[in-house]
């Protein structure tokens, strides 16, 4: 964790700054309360030009790194301490409205997320991080499955991470798009996310080598009616399909809502007879095969 010990200095130093600043400082209208017992120091937002007041009680309670730094000896010559933070404005307000019980603005943009978490983590408070763990499962961030599998992984929420590994399976992680979310992940995280996509393409493509379906390289089957010769080469090309279609998109859905109706492949399968004339058995009845297709697809593993 890296670790950055805001500067402290008493507010009669900090006149010696005012030139520096592009404009007066002020406070936080939601942290501008004179209350507060004697220590309660003063947070500065990034750029120093707004502060905020906040009891000391709120901080040492809510965050052990406070309660460390607010427990040391203070100088007696200054009552006042205005401690210099890295966090923006708006970050800084978020955190402390989360740890003083205040109402909470909206949040709708991982970066936020990202900034509160980071934060939060920094000055070990275990509130934020609990509100962010909620929100996250929330809308508008459930569209962003890469985004939330990464923080659940970052920060141990397991059953958050198994959902979040579940949405992604919408995704092929060799999407372009979808790289860029990886990049955020952890090795052991990714490969946990690799593996789920893979093992739904292998899992599929063993199942449907399995009875009922026909076997591959069944070169000496005939036709229970009349017994003339069988190639089962339309169910082969189906079957490749499908494994194609679900190693782009893992989900499967595709497959089962369109794919084995509208596929050419489908269709030829589905009309597929025995080549003796007389027979013309339908090789495959397409109501029963489609059943247990989507029998297959959702007995595969679904998250980490
Ligand atoms: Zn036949």
């Given at each position: 964790m890296n670790l950055e010990t805001p500067s402290m200095q008493s507010s009669d130093d900090s006149e010696s700054d005012d030139t520096s600043r592009s404009q007066a400082p002020s406070f936080n209208p939601a942290f501008?309360?004179?209350?507060?017992?004697?220590?309660t120091p003063i947070l500065s937002a990034k750029g120093g030009n707004t502060f905020f007041r906040i009891h000391s009680f709120i901080l040492k309670t809510t965050s052990s790194w406070f309660r460390t730094m607010l427990s040391l000896p203070q100088g007696q010559s200054s009552p006042v301490e205005v401690i210099f933070m890295e966090e923006d404005e708006d970050t800084l307000e978020l955190l402390l409205r989360m740890i003083s019980g205040l109402p909470l603005l909206p949040i709708v943009h991982y970066d936020v997320v990202d900034k509160i978490l980071f934060a939060a983590e920094k000055y070990d408070m275990p509130g934020p991080i609990g509100v962010i763990r909620l929100l996250v499962m929330t809308p508008p961030f459930l569209d962003s499955p890469f985004r939330l599998y990464t923080v659940a992984c970052r920060y141990g929420w397991e059953e958050e991470a198994r959902f979040a590994s579940t949405q992604t399976?919408?995704?092929?992680?060799?999407?372009p798009q979808v790289r860029q979310g990886l990049r955020r992940l952890s090795t052991d995280a990714l490969l946990d996310l690799i593996s789920l996509h893979h093992s739904r393409k292998e899992s599929l493509r063993d199942r449907l080598n399995k009875p009922p379906f026909v076997a591959s390289?069944?070169?000496?089957s005939t036709c229970g009616n009349c017994n003339a010769p069988l190639d089962y080469h339309t169910w082969r090309i189906l079957k490749f399909r499908m494994i194609q279609e679900i190693e782009i998109r893992p989900l499967g859905d595709t497959i089962l809502d369109k794919g084995l109706v509208d596929w050419p492949e489908a269709k030829a399968c589905w009309l597929?007879?025995?080549?003796?004339r007389v027979c013309?058995?339908?090789?495959?009845?397409q109501e029963p095969t489609m059943r247990i297709i989507k029998e297959c697809i959702d007995e595969l593993p679904r998250s980490i």
């Open positions: 501008d309360s004179p209350d507060g017992d004697i220590g399976l919408a995704h092929h992680l060799h999407d390289e069944n070169a000496a597929a007879k025995c080549p003796n013309a058995r339908s090789l495959y009845d």
